[in-house]
Protein backbone atom coordinates (compact mmCIF):
# COMPACT_ATOMS: atom_id res chain seq x y z
CA UNK A 1 0.00 0.00 0.00
CA UNK A 2 1.66 3.52 -0.98
CA UNK A 3 2.00 5.31 2.03
CA UNK A 4 0.55 8.64 2.38
CA UNK A 5 2.76 11.19 1.87
CA UNK A 6 4.35 9.07 -1.06
CA UNK A 7 0.91 9.75 -2.72
CA UNK A 8 0.85 13.05 -2.35
CA UNK A 9 4.47 14.23 -3.41
CA UNK A 10 3.51 12.25 -6.47
CA UNK A 11 0.63 13.60 -7.16
CA UNK A 12 2.81 16.80 -6.56
CA UNK A 13 5.19 15.59 -9.09
CA UNK A 14 2.30 14.35 -11.88
CA UNK A 15 0.54 17.95 -11.31
CA UNK A 16 3.71 20.12 -12.26
CA UNK A 17 4.83 18.27 -15.05
CA UNK A 18 1.26 18.70 -16.47
CA UNK A 19 1.10 22.32 -15.79
CA UNK A 20 4.30 22.47 -17.18
CA UNK A 21 3.16 21.01 -20.49
CA UNK A 22 0.32 23.48 -19.93
CA UNK A 23 2.52 26.82 -19.81
CA UNK A 24 4.68 26.02 -22.24
CA UNK A 25 1.80 25.50 -24.35
CA UNK A 26 0.87 29.49 -23.73
CA UNK A 27 1.23 32.24 -25.74
CA UNK A 28 1.93 35.77 -24.69
CA UNK A 29 -1.62 36.73 -24.86
CA UNK A 30 -2.66 33.37 -23.30
CA UNK A 31 -0.88 34.91 -20.17
CA UNK A 32 -3.30 38.15 -19.89
CA UNK A 33 -6.08 36.12 -19.92
CA UNK A 34 -9.18 36.22 -16.80
CA UNK A 35 -8.22 32.64 -14.82
CA UNK A 36 -10.80 30.80 -12.32
CA UNK A 37 -9.51 33.16 -10.00
CA UNK A 38 -11.89 36.48 -10.32
CA UNK A 39 -9.49 39.19 -9.73
CA UNK A 40 -6.05 37.62 -10.94
CA UNK A 41 -4.55 36.48 -14.82
CA UNK A 42 -3.47 33.61 -16.23
CA UNK A 43 0.71 34.49 -14.86
CA UNK A 44 -0.93 36.32 -11.67
CA UNK A 45 -2.25 32.90 -10.89
CA UNK A 46 1.28 31.36 -11.82
CA UNK A 47 2.84 34.09 -9.85
CA UNK A 48 1.32 33.27 -6.80
CA UNK A 49 1.70 29.59 -7.36
CA UNK A 50 5.21 30.52 -8.15
CA UNK A 51 6.14 32.72 -5.22
CA UNK A 52 4.37 29.93 -2.65
CA UNK A 53 6.71 27.48 -3.90
CA UNK A 54 9.24 29.70 -3.15
CA UNK A 55 8.04 30.25 0.27
CA UNK A 56 7.32 26.67 0.91
CA UNK A 57 10.84 25.43 -0.36
CA UNK A 58 12.54 27.54 2.61
CA UNK A 59 9.98 26.60 4.93
CA UNK A 60 10.99 22.97 4.00
CA UNK A 61 14.52 23.78 4.12
CA UNK A 62 14.01 25.41 7.27
CA UNK A 63 12.77 22.27 9.23
CA UNK A 64 15.37 20.76 7.49
CA UNK A 65 18.24 22.64 9.03
CA UNK A 66 16.75 23.52 12.85
CA UNK A 67 16.83 27.03 10.97
CA UNK A 68 12.48 26.66 11.29
CA UNK A 69 9.98 28.87 8.86
CA UNK A 70 10.22 31.66 6.85
CA UNK A 71 9.28 35.33 8.64
CA UNK A 72 6.58 37.82 6.82
CA UNK A 73 9.33 40.41 5.97
CA UNK A 74 11.20 37.18 3.58
CA UNK A 75 7.44 36.44 2.00
CA UNK A 76 6.71 40.23 1.63
CA UNK A 77 10.03 39.92 -0.58
CA UNK A 78 9.19 37.11 -2.75
CA UNK A 79 5.93 38.60 -3.40
CA UNK A 80 7.03 41.82 -4.35
CA UNK A 81 9.72 40.47 -6.68
CA UNK A 82 7.28 38.36 -8.50
CA UNK A 83 4.64 40.72 -8.73
CA UNK A 84 6.93 43.31 -10.57
CA UNK A 85 8.05 40.58 -13.14
CA UNK A 86 6.37 40.15 -16.47
CA UNK A 87 3.47 37.93 -17.40
CA UNK A 88 6.35 36.00 -19.82
CA UNK A 89 8.92 36.13 -16.34
CA UNK A 90 6.01 35.11 -14.13
CA UNK A 91 5.36 31.69 -16.53
CA UNK A 92 9.06 31.28 -16.73
CA UNK A 93 10.13 31.36 -13.70
CA UNK A 94 6.99 29.13 -12.11
CA UNK A 95 8.00 26.61 -14.18
CA UNK A 96 11.56 26.74 -12.32
CA UNK A 97 10.65 27.83 -8.29
CA UNK A 98 7.92 25.08 -8.35
CA UNK A 99 10.60 22.44 -10.36
CA UNK A 100 12.64 22.80 -6.66
CA UNK A 101 10.15 22.43 -4.76
CA UNK A 102 8.48 19.28 -6.09
CA UNK A 103 12.10 17.95 -6.01
CA UNK A 104 13.21 18.90 -2.70
CA UNK A 105 10.07 16.80 -1.57
CA UNK A 106 11.17 13.77 -4.11
CA UNK A 107 14.42 13.87 -2.64
CA UNK A 108 13.08 12.98 1.12
CA UNK A 109 14.05 9.56 2.20
CA UNK A 110 11.52 6.89 3.64
CA UNK A 111 12.39 8.03 7.20
CA UNK A 112 12.51 11.79 6.67
CA UNK A 113 8.95 11.42 4.80
CA UNK A 114 7.71 9.35 8.25
CA UNK A 115 9.17 11.65 11.32
CA UNK A 116 9.84 15.23 9.72
CA UNK A 117 7.61 17.52 11.49
CA UNK A 118 7.58 21.14 9.30
CA UNK A 119 6.30 24.14 11.02
CA UNK A 120 4.04 26.06 8.55
CA UNK A 121 4.36 29.01 11.07
CA UNK A 122 0.51 29.49 10.50
CA UNK A 123 -0.50 26.50 12.09
CA UNK A 124 -0.37 25.36 16.09
CA UNK A 125 2.26 22.89 15.82
CA UNK A 126 4.37 21.58 13.05
CA UNK A 127 2.65 18.83 10.85
CA UNK A 128 4.12 15.73 9.62
CA UNK A 129 5.65 15.88 6.03
CA UNK A 130 2.23 14.40 4.54
CA UNK A 131 -0.24 17.49 5.95
CA UNK A 132 2.27 19.81 4.69
CA UNK A 133 2.53 18.14 1.18
CA UNK A 134 -0.66 18.27 1.02
CA UNK A 135 -1.45 21.77 2.18
CA UNK A 136 0.71 22.80 -1.18
CA UNK A 137 -0.77 20.07 -3.25
CA UNK A 138 -4.37 21.93 -2.50
CA UNK A 139 -3.01 25.27 -3.18
CA UNK A 140 -1.53 23.67 -6.62
CA UNK A 141 -4.32 21.90 -7.75
CA UNK A 142 -6.99 23.93 -7.39
CA UNK A 143 -4.98 26.98 -8.64
CA UNK A 144 -3.96 24.74 -11.53
CA UNK A 145 -7.65 24.72 -12.24
CA UNK A 146 -7.40 28.24 -12.15
CA UNK A 147 -5.14 27.91 -15.03
CA UNK A 148 -6.98 25.86 -17.36
CA UNK A 149 -10.73 26.88 -17.07
CA UNK A 150 -9.20 29.54 -18.75
CA UNK A 151 -9.00 27.64 -21.71
CA UNK A 152 -11.47 24.62 -21.05
CA UNK A 153 -14.34 25.78 -19.14
CA UNK A 154 -14.99 21.76 -18.39
CA UNK A 155 -11.68 21.02 -16.89
CA UNK A 156 -11.61 19.34 -13.65
CA UNK A 157 -9.33 19.06 -10.68
CA UNK A 158 -5.85 16.86 -11.34
CA UNK A 159 -7.19 13.10 -10.23
CA UNK A 160 -3.96 12.01 -8.47
CA UNK A 161 -5.13 15.25 -6.12
CA UNK A 162 -8.11 14.22 -5.52
CA UNK A 163 -8.12 11.49 -3.01
CA UNK A 164 -5.84 13.05 -0.79
CA UNK A 165 -7.40 16.26 -0.73
CA UNK A 166 -10.62 14.51 -0.19
CA UNK A 167 -8.86 12.90 3.03
CA UNK A 168 -7.75 16.70 4.58
CA UNK A 169 -10.74 19.31 3.19
CA UNK A 170 -12.37 18.47 7.03
CA UNK A 171 -8.99 20.54 8.36
CA UNK A 172 -10.07 23.95 6.45
CA UNK A 173 -13.57 23.75 6.49
CA UNK A 174 -14.37 25.37 9.40
CA UNK A 175 -12.57 28.74 8.07
CA UNK A 176 -13.48 28.15 4.25
CA UNK A 177 -17.34 28.05 5.32
CA UNK A 178 -19.14 30.87 6.31
CA UNK A 179 -21.91 29.46 8.75
CA UNK A 180 -24.21 33.03 8.47
CA UNK A 181 -24.83 32.40 5.32
CA UNK A 182 -27.94 30.60 5.24
CA UNK A 183 -29.28 33.64 7.96
CA UNK A 184 -29.97 31.28 11.09
CA UNK A 185 -31.02 28.36 9.41
CA UNK A 186 -29.40 24.92 10.37
CA UNK A 187 -29.17 21.98 7.93
CA UNK A 188 -27.70 18.70 7.97
CA UNK A 189 -26.50 17.60 4.98
CA UNK A 190 -25.64 13.84 3.39
CA UNK A 191 -22.71 14.17 1.03
CA UNK A 192 -22.24 11.31 -1.26
CA UNK A 193 -19.36 11.56 -4.13
CA UNK A 194 -17.94 9.59 -6.64
CA UNK A 195 -14.65 8.91 -7.93
CA UNK A 196 -13.71 8.10 -5.13
CA UNK A 197 -16.89 7.04 -3.16
CA UNK A 198 -17.12 8.58 0.00
CA UNK A 199 -20.38 9.03 2.61
CA UNK A 200 -20.20 11.98 5.11
CA UNK A 201 -22.06 14.78 7.05
CA UNK A 202 -22.15 18.43 6.55
CA UNK A 203 -23.09 20.43 9.38
CA UNK A 204 -23.86 23.83 8.79
CA UNK A 205 -25.43 25.39 11.66
CA UNK A 206 -22.92 28.00 14.40
CA UNK A 207 -20.15 26.50 12.54
CA UNK A 208 -19.26 24.89 9.46
CA UNK A 209 -17.76 21.35 10.17
CA UNK A 210 -17.67 17.75 8.51
CA UNK A 211 -19.45 14.50 10.55
CA UNK A 212 -20.50 11.20 9.89
CA UNK A 213 -23.20 10.90 7.74
CA UNK A 214 -26.78 11.77 9.01
CA UNK A 215 -29.44 9.17 9.50
CA UNK A 216 -31.99 11.64 9.01
CA UNK A 217 -30.26 14.69 6.69
CA UNK A 218 -32.29 18.19 5.50
CA UNK A 219 -30.85 17.04 2.16
CA UNK A 220 -28.67 14.72 0.06
CA UNK A 221 -25.91 16.36 -2.35
CA UNK A 222 -24.22 13.79 -4.84
CA UNK A 223 -21.56 14.82 -6.77
CA UNK A 224 -18.27 14.02 -8.06
CA UNK A 225 -15.00 14.26 -5.45
CA UNK A 226 -13.55 16.52 -7.12
CA UNK A 227 -16.45 19.05 -7.84
CA UNK A 228 -17.07 18.47 -3.65
CA UNK A 229 -13.38 19.71 -3.46
CA UNK A 230 -14.15 23.03 -5.77
CA UNK A 231 -17.74 23.74 -4.12
CA UNK A 232 -15.26 23.98 -0.51
CA UNK A 233 -12.99 26.12 -2.89
CA UNK A 234 -15.33 28.59 -4.36
CA UNK A 235 -15.20 27.28 -7.78
CA UNK A 236 -18.55 25.86 -8.20
CA UNK A 237 -20.07 28.43 -10.96
CA UNK A 238 -23.53 26.92 -12.75
CA UNK A 239 -21.09 27.24 -15.75
CA UNK A 240 -18.24 25.28 -14.14
CA UNK A 241 -20.75 22.13 -12.27
CA UNK A 242 -21.10 18.76 -14.05
CA UNK A 243 -24.78 17.78 -14.56
CA UNK A 244 -24.50 14.68 -12.29
CA UNK A 245 -24.11 17.30 -9.36
CA UNK A 246 -27.56 16.74 -7.60
CA UNK A 247 -28.92 18.62 -4.30
CA UNK A 248 -32.04 17.07 -3.37
CA UNK A 249 -34.41 17.69 -0.38
CA UNK A 250 -36.33 20.40 0.93
CA UNK A 251 -35.30 24.14 1.50
CA UNK A 252 -31.59 23.84 0.46
CA UNK A 253 -30.27 24.82 -2.67
CA UNK A 254 -27.01 24.67 -5.17
CA UNK A 255 -26.92 28.40 -4.88
CA UNK A 256 -27.32 28.16 -0.35
CA UNK A 257 -24.02 25.78 -0.51
CA UNK A 258 -22.25 28.14 -3.12
CA UNK A 259 -22.89 31.23 -0.66
CA UNK A 260 -21.75 28.99 2.45
CA UNK A 261 -18.51 28.51 0.18
CA UNK A 262 -17.69 31.81 -1.34
CA UNK A 263 -14.36 31.01 -2.15
CA UNK A 264 -11.22 32.98 -1.12
Known amino acids: MTDRADQIIDALRSGHDYLTTVVHGLATADLTRP ?8 SQVLSHLGSGAEIGLATLEGALSGSGPTDMDFNKSVWERWDGRS ?5 EAFVTSNEALVRAYGDLDAQTRKELRIDLGFLPAPVDVATAACM ?20 TLAPAATEPLLDQVGMLIGFLGKADALGGRHARV ?3 TTSPARSFGLDLGDTVALTDEPAEPDA ?9 LRLVTGRHAAEHTPSGVTLTGDGLTLADLRKVFPGF
Open 35 to 42: SGASEWDV
Open 87 to 91: PVERA
Open 136 to 155: RLSEFAHHSWDVQVAFDRTV
Open 190 to 192: AVR
Open 220 to 228: VLSAPAEWW
